[in-house]
């Protein structure tokens, strides 16, 4: 069989499309991490952190930041258009962390084309696309006022009310300079690892960490930019040409990503855990401060007093007649003399958990209050009344002694000025029964609670009164324990009233200043007076013999108004004993007080 031979088939064409597109894939595969590093369009990395954050998508290229100094505002300037950003041979761009509000985008990192782009073209996508997000932010703007509210529900519920004292009280701080220190040490910091291991750069890495230690020891002492040593714009300057260097070298980008990435966690770590601490502190300065701010059941007592043994007694008697000391504060108003004594003397003692304050009164009156001219300390005055019974045809008289207030007490409101309440407790005074029902009572409009004396009125006194219009009807009233309402004495400008009163009577001397507190205290209180109970405090054991001694005793407090003091030789023996028993005598100064046993 013969064998036919066929001619060659004709050689087949190339096919060159499966090696353009081996190539293009190549290329992309070039193209694709440097297109995921230079995105600066939007937060094009995927975040790894399974801690729970609030995603927000905000429109690209339009989160405005604080103005620079030179006008331009973070990363886009107003003025100029912007500018295709240069990129360094395999090196990287420097990064500014963008606002935490930016979301964090979960998907595969956009494309870009290759960064060589004519500026023309640039300025007008650049103009382009900031119309299409402004036509997109109309459309945004209608939910805004629903994101704030939800984002201030959510701060509220993670940090309670201290997110809305925080922005209440923000301010600006003085702390531009500081934060661009942290900006280059944030940027260094990313830099050193891979640096550290190119070859031939030692000098590079010796001066970065250098310089990185550097702005940490400044920035560990200047949180603003007052703290700032005055060299610092020169350690700025240095650290600045130390990153150009080491952007200027070619180093692995995924490194310093990763260590863009890691820094920026840690920052918003301890972002986050700065703030649960300052909620947590604002909660506990909330919950520790002095009651004496906030608190309205802590009872202030106010005595004024020359003589540390009177006072001490009146203290230790309130104190432990009373059922919870520890609310109990009280202020002790004393002379420039007395005052160094007093207060060595009650800051040594302790009164269970009672505070004790005391007050140079003649320093108060000299340096804060130079408009009053009573600058010396006056005690409460005590007048001998002859009065005279009106029910008997023979008019029997009996003797009284009537306390009242001094000159110094009208000043009580301008010492105190943060108080709204006090209790003015006389230094001739013991505490028998436990007194925090005075706190509770509701004075309505009077100023001041205290015992009225109708045995005398006014219409009896009226030619010591002055030319003044006063109702004769009205019974006299006693100090000793009196609850003053500071709030209604301003109201009724009491110590206004009093200083113009003051200047219609005539003191040419001390003993005619001191006979004016009588007529002074009754007209200054004329309908301001709220009645306490009579069985409140006992009066006149410093006079009168005929007082019963069970009375004496089952009374809420005693009141030694009288010549005859408990801590004077003449003192009237059977009573002294209730006043004696509240004396410290385990103190080594109490074998030189002339004390009668």
Not at 138 to 143: P, S
Not at 169 to 191: C, E, G, P, T, W
Request: net charge positive; proline share 4%; hydrophobic share 35%.
């Amino acid at each position: 069989m013969k064998a036919t031979l066929l001619p060659p088939p004709p050689p087949a064409k190339r096919r060159r499309g499966p090696r353009v597109a081996v190539l293009a894939l190549f290329l992309c595969s070039l193209l694709v991490p440097l297109a995921f590093l230079f995105d600066r369009s939007q937060s094009g990395y995927v975040t790894t952190d399974e801690r729970r954050r609030q995603e927000v998508v905000l429109p690209e290229f339009h989160h405005v930041e604080k103005a620079d100094g030179d006008g331009t505002v973070n990363g886009l300037n107003q003025d100029a258009p912007k500018k295709t950003p240069k990129v360094n041979s395999g090196g990287l761009q420097k990064h500014k962390q963008t606002d935490r509000h930016t979301s964090r985008i979960s998907t595969k990192p956009k494309v870009l084309p290759s960064p060589k782009v004519d500026p023309s073209e640039a300025v007008k996508e650049s103009t382009q696309g900031t119309r299409e997000v402004s036509k997109v932010r109309k459309r945004l703007d209608k939910g805004t006022n629903t994101d704030e509210v939800e984002n201030e529900k959510a701060c509220q519920l993670e940090f309670g009310s201290y997110c809305l004292w925080s922005r209440e009280h923000k301010v600006v701080m003085k702390d531009s300079i500081v934060k661009r220190l942290k900006d280059q040490l944030f940027v260094a910091r990313s830099y050193y690892p891979s640096i550290a291991k190119l070859e031939g750069q030692e000098e590079l890495t010796v001066l970065m960490k250098q310089n990185i230690q550097d702005h940490e020891r400044v920035l560990s002492v200047s949180t603003v930019d007052a703290d700032l040593p005055s060299f610092i714009n020169k350690k700025m300057e240095q650290m600045e040409q130390t990153i150009a260097r080491a952007k200027s070298c070619t180093v692995d980008c995924r490194n310093v990503d990763r260590k863009l990435r890691q820094i920026l966690d840690m920052t918003e770590d301890e972002a986050h855990f700065h703030m649960k601490q300052s909620a947590f502190l604002y909660n506990l300065g909330a919950q520790t401060l002095p009651k004496s701010h906030h608190c309205l059941s802590m009872r202030h007592y106010v005595i004024l007093s020359k003589n540390i043994l009177a006072a001490s007694v009146v203290i230790n008697s309130t104190v432990n007649s009373s059922k919870d000391p520890k609310k109990i504060i009280f202020h002790i108003l004393t002379d420039a003399q007395n005052f160094y004594a007093m207060k060595y003397w009650f800051d040594k003692k302790s009164y269970r958990e009672a505070a004790v304050h005391v007050v140079n009164y003649e320093d108060i009156i000299k340096e804060k209050l130079t408009k009053f001219n009573v600058r010396h300390l006056y005690l409460s005055e005590e007048f001998r009344v002859l009065v005279r019974s009106t029910e008997q045809p023979a008019g029997k008289t009996r003797m009284e002694y009537l306390s009242l207030f001094s000159h110094s007490h009208f000043f009580i409101p301008e010492i105190f000025k943060d108080l709204n309440k006090v209790v003015v407790l006389d230094d001739d005074v013991v505490v028998q029964r436990d007194l925090s029902f005075l706190w509770s009572l509701d004075m309505g409009d009077k100023v001041n609670g205290a015992i009225e004396f109708c045995g005398l009125r006014l219409g009896q006194v009226r030619n010591l009164l002055g030319s003044t219009t006063v109702d004769t009807k009205s019974c006299a009233w006693m100090s000793g324990i009196n609850v003053i309402n500071l709030d209604k004495w301003r109201k009724h400008k009491v110590t206004e009233n009093y200083l113009l009163l003051l200047k219609k009577f005539l003191t040419k001397d001390e003993t005619s200043l001191r006979a004016a507190a009588f007529p002074l205290s009754l007209l200054s209180f004329q309908h301001l007076i709220y009645p306490l109970d009579e069985r409140l405090i006992l009066s006149g054991l410093g006079y009168d013999y005929a007082i019963d001694e069970d009375v004496a005793r089952s009374s809420a407090a005693l009141h030694y108004n009288g010549n005859m003091k408990p801590w004077l030789e003449l003192g009237i023996p059977s009573y002294r004993r209730y006043w004696k028993r509240f004396l410290t005598r385990d103190d080594k100064f109490m074998d030189e007080c002339n004390i009668i046993p």
